[in-house]
């Protein structure tokens, strides 16, 4: 006599019933992000908008028609007459090479500093940590005159290296990639050492890759920083061939209503590049400046 067998299901999941009113909660949540997000957007962007609108419209008819939020009667050779009559090409010129010379000289002055307070032990090593970061404290304006004599008294005036030197290192970068390093674990120096690595190739091969976020977040900030400066070139140059841009810009400022857009227009072609470096570099920036901010 044939015995049946029982086959058994298994035991399947019992799916637990949402609260009710959780997914109404969860969407409005989300469209309140949405919502909270768009008007800040609004709000950060909309000098950006007013700027364009005013160097495009006529000075005049802009005026009369009570400042709109619209174009009115567009210029759209404003452009070419600003880029034309600030000279905004040489100058532009200029403040790449300075900020080219800027960015590189940080680089590694700001790696080598940060790996000696990373990596290495000397007497007196907090002191001068502290001494270094204590220099952010000090605005330009302190420093000014004396760093302007130097550069008289060493004939750089009108040069390259007179609208750099005060520049070439800085105690943010030395910071900001100090804290860098201290993320790497210490047994990749154990290791390097083991393998034959002396101070500098475990720096540059092993150290500055893993660090490569917050080096690049840093080189986006020198190259902001360097690109923006008024004060220094102001005071280190006396020829206009070697203004800067922000220099040049004055050049467009006047007391006649009718060229007053030509201002605007200088100044979003000088803005051009930080935007670009900005768009393209943005999430480098974020990883960089959030590096080490979560663990887990």
Request: charged share 10%; proline share 5%; no cysteine.
């Amino acid at each position: 006599m044939a015995t049946e067998s029982t086959v058994t299901a298994p035991p399947t999941a019992v799916e637990r019933p949402r609260p009710p009113g959780s997914g109404l909660s969860i969407g409005l949540a989300r469209a309140g992000w949405y919502i909270s997000l768009t008007l800040l957007a609004v709000v950060v962007l909309f000098p950006i908008y007013m700027l364009v609108i005013r160097a495009i419209s006529d000075p005049i008819s802009f005026i009369n028609a009570g400042q709109p939020l619209h174009i009115v009667s567009a210029q759209w050779d404003v452009f070419s007459r600003a880029w034309s009559d600030a000279g905004l090409a040489r100058a532009m010129g200029v403040s790449a090479v300075a900020t080219i010379v800027i960015m590189g000289a940080q680089f590694m002055t700001s790696v080598l500093g940060a790996y000696a307070f990373a990596f290495l032990e000397f007497p007196l090593k907090k002191l001068l940590f502290a001494i270094v970061i204590g220099t952010l404290l000090l605005p330009i304006e302190v420093t000014l005159v004396a760093n302007i004599q130097t550069v008289r008294s060493l004939g750089w005036l009108n040069s390259v290296q007179g609208l750099t030197f005060p520049f070439l290192a800085t105690a943010l970068g030395i910071f900001l990639i100090r804290q860098g390093f201290l993320g790497l674990p210490r047994d990749l120096r154990d290791a390097a050492t083991l393998d034959g690595f002396g101070h500098i190739g475990f720096l540059f091969k092993v150290a500055i890759p893993l660090a490569k976020p917050v080096i690049g977040s840093f080189l986006v900030i020198s190259f902001l920083s360097a690109w923006n400066q008024y004060v220094w070139p102001r005071n280190a140059t006396t020829e206009g061939a070697w203004q800067t841009v922000q220099i040049a810009l004055r050049t467009l400022t006047t007391t006649r209503v009718d060229q007053i857009n030509l201002a605007f227009a200088g100044a979003i072609i000088a803005a051009l590049p930080l935007v670009l470096l900005l768009i393209f570099f943005q999430r480098q920036m974020v990883r960089g400046l959030t590096a080490g901010a979560v663990k887990g």
